[in-house]
């Protein structure tokens, strides 16, 4: 498709501007299913898959290990029958919780005030998908000029678990796409990079004993502040040496201890503490390399640990880890999207997607959806009704090309 091509579907007048968003009606029923990424996401995959049946087209399901969720992939042949090639378009279905959060409405029953949509999910990432969803009758009866595929994976926002499978299945069918549209809030930019994300658990295990007899326990807690303090000292390192890339807001790889969890009593020397920690890479930093560090100073805690009694312990885990996206200038799903509508950017993004596991499948892939992520995860979360038109647009154009 040349950019000029792709810039005249755009300037034709969006069909949803005359009114709601062509996806308001899906988003809303997306918006009522609560799929906190404890809790399953079958429900709503249930509704795909029954949506998709009355138009023809039938659903591979990835489920988790216990079954309780499910990825989701479906393709929509082109005209010759053809399912190799074509575009993805991808989201993912869980939401984050809403506990502790403040809302003026119910997050799961989805109100207009004020041009917003507010609900969980809204911004992160149902507005993308039912805009999508709202396609499916056009998808499924036009005559294509190439295959479209819908990807839809489960817990993205427990590090991005879920799509890992479900990519796996796309390379085993080997339907070998060629453009991949991640619809993550970026008001509808192009983004082409982000950085990567690994989550380490770190359990340590010291010896209980009253307070009054310190020597004779090991203090979890206090072990695991010196890792506390080292990870800071390597994100502090990261931030004055980086390397850096000035095209990420924070334009350095970070590193900082989110979770921490230990004792049981003011007077017990406590026997166990845990804490969770990530870091975020810039692409150029070597991900093993500082993995393996966090690792060396577990091993020498552990080890100062042992010697004040050698039952004592230190246990590092991965907890999660996604792949950075690094998508070339220059590739062809940049010139793609941004001709269907979505606003050229040279700008990364700090946070994850799961953009980085199709590129790394080797399949050119962008994110570009409706929505901004500085609501994402928020109390009355929202995204804007004039964003979810400019989703519309680009899907329009993206309609009209594939119709030939």
Same mark, same amino acid.
């Given at each position: 498709?040349?950019?000029?091509?792709?810039?005249?579907?755009?300037?034709?007048?969006?069909?949803?501007?005359?009114?709601?968003?062509?996806?308001?009606?899906?988003?809303?029923?997306?918006?009522?299913?609560?799929?906190?990424?404890?809790?399953?996401?079958?429900?709503?995959?249930?509704?795909?898959?029954?949506?998709?049946?009355?138009?023809?087209?039938?659903?591979?399901?990835?489920?988790?290990?216990?079954?309780?969720?499910?990825?989701?992939?479906?393709?929509?042949?082109?005209?010759?029958?053809?399912?190799?090639?074509?575009?993805?378009?991808?989201?993912?279905?869980?939401?984050?919780?809403?506990?502790?959060?403040?809302?003026?409405?119910?997050?799961?029953?989805?109100?207009?005030?004020?041009?917003?949509?507010?609900?969980?999910?809204?911004?992160?990432?149902?507005?993308?998908?039912?805009?999508?969803?709202?396609?499916?009758?056009?998808?499924?009866?036009?005559?294509?000029?190439?295959?479209?595929?819908?990807?839809?994976?489960?817990?993205?926002?427990?590090?991005?678990?879920? $799509? &890992?499978?479900? *990519? +796996?299945?796309?390379?085993?069918? !080997?339907?070998?796409?060629?453009?991949?549209?991640?619809? @993550?809030?970026?008001?509808?930019?192009?983004?082409?990079?982000?950085?990567?994300?690994?989550?380490?658990?770190?359990?340590?295990?010291?010896?209980?004993?009253?307070?009054?007899?310190?020597?004779?326990?090991?203090?979890?807690?206090?072990?695991?502040?010196?890792?506390?303090?080292?990870?800071?000292?390597?994100?502090?390192?990261?931030?004055?040496?980086?390397?850096?890339?000035?095209?990420?807001?924070?334009?350095?790889?970070?590193?900082?201890?989110?979770?921490?969890?230990?004792?049981?009593?003011?007077?017990?020397?406590?026997?166990?503490?845990?804490?969770?920690?990530?870091?975020? $890479? &810039?692409?150029? *930093? +070597?991900?093993?390399?500082?993995? !393996?560090?966090?690792?060396?100073?577990?091993?020498?805690? @552990?080890?100062?640990?042992?010697?004040?009694?050698?039952?004592?312990?230190?246990?590092?885990?991965?907890?999660?880890?996604?792949?950075?996206?690094?998508?070339?200038?220059?590739?062809?799903?940049?010139?793609?999207?941004?001709?269907?509508?979505?606003?050229?950017?040279?700008?990364?993004?700090?946070?994850?997607?799961?953009?980085?596991?199709?590129?790394?499948?080797?399949?050119?892939?962008?994110?570009?959806?409706?929505?901004?992520?500085?609501?994402?995860?928020?109390?009355?979360?929202?995204?804007?009704?004039?964003?979810?038109?400019?989703?519309?647009?680009?899907?329009?154009?993206?309609?009209?090309?594939?119709?030939?």
């Amino acid at each position: 498709m040349s950019p000029e091509s792709a810039t005249r579907h755009t300037t034709s007048q969006p069909r949803s501007l005359s009114g709601h968003p062509v996806g308001l009606d899906w988003i809303t029923r997306l918006l009522r299913v609560d799929t906190t990424s404890r809790d399953s996401n079958l429900p709503l995959i249930d509704l795909v898959v029954a949506e998709l049946r009355a138009h023809g087209v039938e659903s591979a399901l990835v489920h988790n290990e216990d079954g309780t969720k499910a990825n989701l992939l479906a393709t929509f042949p082109a005209a010759d029958g053809t399912t190799t090639g074509g575009i993805v378009l991808s989201g993912h279905t869980d939401v984050v919780p809403v506990d502790g959060q403040q809302w003026s409405s119910d997050p799961f029953a989805p109100e207009i005030r004020d041009g917003r949509l507010y609900g969980r999910g809204t911004c992160d990432m149902k507005g993308f998908i039912g805009s999508v969803l709202a396609r499916v009758p056009e998808l499924a009866d036009a005559p294509l000029r190439e295959p479209v595929h819908l990807a839809l994976s489960y817990d993205e926002e427990v590090g991005c678990v879920g $799509a &890992i499978s479900l *990519v +796996d299945e796309i390379v085993r069918r !080997e339907l070998r796409p060629r453009a991949c549209i991640v619809g @993550e809030p970026t008001s509808m930019r192009v983004i082409t990079g982000h950085k990567s994300l690994t989550m380490i658990r770190v359990a340590f295990h010291g010896v209980a004993a009253h307070s009054s007899r310190t020597p004779h326990g090991v203090n979890a807690i206090e072990h695991a502040a010196q890792l506390v303090r080292f990870v800071r000292g390597v994100a502090d390192q990261f931030r004055t040496e980086g390397p850096f890339d000035e095209h990420h807001d924070v334009p350095f790889t970070t590193a900082t201890v989110n979770q921490i969890e230990g004792g049981i009593a003011v007077n017990t020397v406590p026997a166990v503490c845990t804490l969770t920690f990530e870091f975020r $890479a &810039i692409a150029g *930093v +070597d991900v093993d390399a500082t993995i !393996e560090k966090f690792y060396a100073e577990a091993r020498r805690i @552990e080890q100062s640990m042992q010697q004040e009694n050698p039952s004592a312990r230190v246990e590092v885990s991965i907890g999660a880890q996604a792949p950075g996206l690094d998508t070339p200038q220059g590739e062809d799903v940049i010139e793609f999207v941004s001709g269907l509508g979505g606003a050229a950017s040279s700008e990364k993004v700090a946070y994850g997607t799961e953009a980085g596991l199709f590129q790394r499948a080797g399949i050119p892939t962008v994110v570009c959806g409706p929505g901004d992520i500085a609501q994402a995860h928020a109390p009355d979360e929202f995204v804007e009704i004039d964003q979810l038109h400019r989703c519309d647009a680009l899907l329009d154009a993206l309609l009209s090309h594939l119709r030939g």
